[in-house]
């Protein structure tokens, strides 16, 4: 590519240089020649001089951006090469087989695609129990690549890697094609990208009113935003067309200009619109598919652009969609429900954030499914987040800007509803007050009367979502960056608190928590359980707000001594708030990662530094872990037989509702021909043995669960023992077992007491 650039600049100075001796040459035929006609030739040749200084420009260009893709390329294939050795080395490794200096010299035998496993860490690798003894390592054992964490994390990598290059390669090729075409039709470019199918645009661009010669972004914004405002007043089939083709012709090049031109309103109607289309088309309806695909393609393009606005647009942009709450809080939730791929900017979220919070809070947070009554954009959701609460989708985006996230739920600004801090304000209303609850998630029944109407319908997927996203601010101890003490506090103090409102909200009992809830607030929960393991769940019950610097990840053992803030949680909160999470399978599917990546670090660490670390601290951080599982089983436990009790009270409720309705009723209809004692002894023993059942069936699951996780803390607490007994003066596996059999019977007790 660099030498087609240096032929294109080649042939751009034969274009000029030619044409200007042909014209000179020619120029001369006056002097032996007059007449207005070899005047007119030679006018018209200094014309083409002319010409062929715009063909050599034009020539120049293509040059340039020809040698602009051959930089890039040529950065990117040294990374290649980079890329391709480490490959090759991780191939050879992984075909050569790996042992350790510790194995046996007559079993050391390099076998394909097999690696030595140290005794107690087959808790990593739940794939090897058929080659294990027990579970546990009795000398070399081998297993898969594929099961072993570091070998899969470094594929992963040098994947992801890889990806990444063609990626960049693919994106350059794309930026070529782009600006080569635009300079074969005559394109200018000021300051966007020009599509690929370079025509078809010309002919959208055309068919808004746009003059190719006018064009910029501004003029194109201008154009895409009347498409919007198109869709706003009633979609046409025509008008989600030439919106779409819009889009996928200029994508976020152009959406500033036109999301600021069009309007918040505008916006959110246009949403709405499609809505009532994907809502009144039929299911597989070609109309509903594409009034889907446009809405998501619109959010994108919004929140895209939302990403550059400053201050004051975004401010201007959340107060009209504010604005727009009363009449279509589901499109103004929907503009903020895709968090994780497509999030709204942090600006745009922190100003409509303040907005919503200023009016929420002069309000009944128990009754908060009032505030808002659903519109058309509602049909907008196939399988994400709650559109029937747009604060909770706003707080979630808001989640995915840690330091913005920690601002908000701790500033220090006075509360313009009196009283307190403003932060402390916002934490007890959304984390203590709000009815955040979802009452008809999959599989349960509503959990009380009245419940659809108070509720919001979120699940605490939002609250949970900004918790966790504050935990991780520049300076936490989950920032694996910087270190700052003042955040460290900040967060530990929040969390406290938090931690004791949601133990206190009604609202927050197993029936009340959804899907996306659950697994929300489970990550809240667990990103904190090197916490949460010397404080609160192990350790000291609470009363402690400072923990050794050694026990957490991102210190290690050689900080010793050096204290951290941490959270500072009764366990009765813990229970009430973890056990709640637990009940479903998506927030036990978190706890259940996240409680052995803690395993592993810890039996990695009292491997690594069994030079540094004491035996009493080894069996102090092994019998962390364990804790870890039977408090969680615990307070899960402890949760459903809470839902349970309720749920048997609500069908005893109906019962008496029934039997005192039967014996009305069937007195009036049917005089004396059914007795009405047995008439409503039978509704009562129907009802009873449906409910005898239905709880036979859960208590069932529960057990069957229940016997599976105690076999999992069993083989962890063998695992462990194991690893205690080779590198600590720690007697036998067995005796580790025993003890810990006999220790955590009345751990596990405790912590389902404590949450009932």
Known sequence: MAEQARLTRFFADQVRSRTALAVTRLGGVTEYYTSQEALAFVNAMESNQAKADEIGDLLDDGARMMERFAETVAGIDPRL?????????FLAEVQRGYYVDDAADADRKLVPGWRYIEPGLSAQLPEIDSVTTGGIAQGPVRVPWHVWRTAVETNDDLTDQAVKLINEIRQAEHDLDNQLGALATGLPLKGFRVPRETQQALDLLDDAGVDIKDMDPATIGNAVADRIRGVADGATHGDIEALTDLLDAFGNDIMNAAVLGAGAAVTAKAFQDLGRIASFSGEQSADRARALELAKDLRDAVAGASQTWNAEQARKFAHDLFGQIPDRPSAVAYLFADPDKDPMGEAVAVALADEIDRWERQRDGKTAGKFYHPDDARALDTGGPCLDDPMARVLETLGGYPDAALEWLTTREPDPHGGTDLGQARVD???GTRNSADPTPEGTSA??????????????AGVAALWAGAQ????SLLD???????????????STRIFEQLAGNDALIAEGINAHGSEE???????????????GIGGTPTGVERADAALFERYGPEHGNYLVHVVNAERDKIAAV??????????????AAASAEYGNRVAQSLIDDADVITTEEANRQADRVLQIDLAFEGSRIGALADAAARDEARVRQIIDYGVGYASGKLDHTFGTTVPITDAAGGITDYATDLFSDHDETIRNAEADRAAHADRQIERKAHDLGALLSRHYDQGSTDSYVEHHRGQAEIFFAGWKEIQQ
Not at 472 to 475: H, L, S, T, V
Not at 521 to 535: G, H, K
Request: charged share 20%; net charge negative; proline share 4%.
């Open 578 to 591: 973890i056990g709640v999470a637990l009940t479903r399978p998506e927030g036990l599917a978190v706890a």
């Open 81 to 89: 090469g980079w890329l391709e050795r480490d490959a090759e080395d």
């Open 521 to 535: 607030l489970a990550t809240a929960v667990t990103q904190q359980l090197d916490q949460l393991a010397v404080n």
């Open 429 to 431: 209303y959304y984390y």
């Open 447 to 460: 959990w009380a009367l009245g419940a659809a109407d108070n509720a919001t319908g979120d699940g605490f």
């Open 480 to 494: 694996p960056g910087q270190s700052d003490p003042a955040v460290q506090e900040q967060v530990a103090d929040l």
């Open 472 to 475: 991780r601010a520049e300076g």
